[in-house]
């Protein structure tokens, strides 16, 4: 088996990385057919995702998004692919809230 780890850091807030969880949560399960549940709590959000071969959580909290996976024998050939693919998705949706308002002079 072959493990990812992913750890992406943001100032969005609880509420804003919640949505952002939510989006790609829906984003792996048309894209990759994966199975998502979402545990929301109070400091932090847990996102349950699985399909053969793969299974891992994704941690959401104010300041922070952590992905840990294991992917099976056969995807595990793929991993930095696969790392790659899931890096692009997450950093995609992190990309507009990132950028912050001009000030108007």
């Known amino acids: 088996m072959a493990d990812l780890h992913i750890l992406r850091e ?3 807030g609880h509420a ?4 952002i ?7 792996v399960e048309s894209e990759f057919d994966m199975r998502c549940t ?4 109070k400091f932090e959000d847990m996102v349950r995702f699985e399909r ?3 299974h891992g959580t994704l941690h959401v909290t104010k300041d922070r998004f952590e992905l840990d996976a294991k ?6 050939a793929f991993k930095h692919r696969i790392e790659a693919e899931i890096v692009k998705n997450l950093d995609s949706l992190l990309a507009p809230a990132k950028k ?6």
Do not use: D
């Open 38 to 41: 979402i545990e929301e709590g």
């Open 71 to 76: 992917l099976g024998f056969l995807l595990g």
């Open 10 to 12: 943001h100032t969005l």
């Open 16 to 19: 804003a990385a919640r949505k």
């Open 100 to 105: 912050a308002p001009r000030k108007k002079s």
């Open 52 to 54: 053969t071969g793969v």
């Open 21 to 27: 969880a939510i989006q790609w949560a829906e984003q």
